[in-house]
Antibody
Framework: EVRLVDSGGGLVQPGRSLRLSCAASGFPFDNYAMHWVRQAPGKGLEWVSGISWNSVRIGYADSVKGRFTVSRDNAKKSLYLQMNSLRGEDTAFYYC???????????????WGQGVLVTVSS | DIVMTQSPDSLPVSLGERATINCRSSQSVLYSSNNKNYLAWYQKKPGQPPKLLIYWASTRESGVPDRFSGSGSGTDFTLTISSLQAEDVAVYYCQQYYITPQTFGQGTKVEIK
């Protein structure tokens, strides 16, 4: 069974940093691209970042470029999102998700984690 | 960036009736090399992660009821629920995965009339 378990969320002050993690199981992690997608309270889905299976190709939404860094450790079957200079508008549920390919064009996201809440507030 | 625009924002439908959601992309998501549209549809319920319904614009994901269907090509796409069931109450999103950044529509809330 495919499982993606998000962790690392919480309350953080504006300007501070937070690191999210996603532990994968039930599939060959190093054969898949991974993504982070978020949903702010009462808002729609927003793709945040993607990373290819070998970390060669990485992409970000304009709203987080220069502040967020995605990475992965295939040996640990884990995905990470380092979030720096956090703002109130970064408050959201963050979901890790997988797809077969991350490129232009890519492939569809087929599995999602349960999500973790990040709240940016003083 | 490709902008995805859905209509309507809210869709009240009677049980057993048809629900039709439209999605338009600001540029084509049809890849000429393989004639595939890089467009997916997701269902989102409160407290749950999104669920993949349709990919390549018209391919139903395994396990998804056949009352869900997708159509369209290029820049105009449609998700149809042929006979609305109570469990279909949710917000539906289209997403393009043709060009980075991948982008979602704003969502369409389907509710019971």
């Amino acid at each position: 069974e495919v499982r993606l378990v998000d962790s690392g969320g919480g309350l953080v002050q504006p300007g501070r940093s937070l690191r999210l993690s996603c532990a994968a199981s039930g599939f060959p992690f190093d054969n898949y691209a991974m993504h982070w997608v978020r949903q702010a309270p009462g808002k729609g889905l927003e793709w945040v970042s993607g990373i290819s299976w070998n970390s060669v190709r990485i992409g970000y939404a304009d709203s987080v470029k220069g502040r967020f860094t995605v990475s992965r450790d295939n040996a640990k079957k884990s995905l990470y999102l380092q979030m720096n200079s956090l703002r109130g508008e970064d408050t959201a549920f963050y979901y890790c998700a997988r797809s077969e390919i991350f490129a232009d064009p890519a492939s569809h996201i087929d599995y999602w984690g349960q999500g973790v809440l990040v709240t940016v507030s003083s | 960036d490709i902008v995805m625009t859905q209509s309507p924002d809210s869709l009240p439908v009677s049980l057993g009736e048809r629900a039709t959601i439209n999605c338009r992309s600001s540029q084509s998501v049809l890849y000429s090399s393989n004639n595939k549209n890089y467009l997916a549809w997701y269902q989102k319920k409160p407290g749950q992660p999104p669920k993949l319904l349709i990919y390549w614009a018209s391919t139903r994901e395994s396990g998804v009821p056949d009352r869900f269907s997708g159509s369209g090509s290029g820049t105009d796409f449609t998700l149809t629920i042929s006979s609305l069931q109570a469990e279909d109450v949710a917000v539906y999103y289209c997403q393009q995965y043709y060009i980075t950044p991948q982008t979602f529509g704003q969502g369409t809330k389907v509710e019971i009339k």
